[in-house]
């Protein structure tokens, strides 16, 4: 992506959330990706986030990834109309 990194979980959300060790390996990369690019906290968001689409899925745990990742819940998670369901 030419403004961000996207990064791609295989599974479907909808239905059951990421297995343990996807997320994991989800935290490890965002880590490392947010210390070699200096990627700021706010700029750590998914896909449904800023665009109209279900994915990664209402099953994806944010209140966990964000707790993981030890950073707060951006204000644009908190908007209902933004994230459908939360974990």
Known sequence: N??????????????????RKQMETLVRLIERLRDQYGISEQAVFGHRHVRGTACPGAKFPWKSLYARLRLASPAHLARRDAVPTYD
Do not use: D, M
Request: with cysteine.
């Open 2 to 19: 030419e403004f961000g990194v996207g990064i791609c979980l295989v599974g479907n959300f909808q239905n059951r959330p990421p297995t």
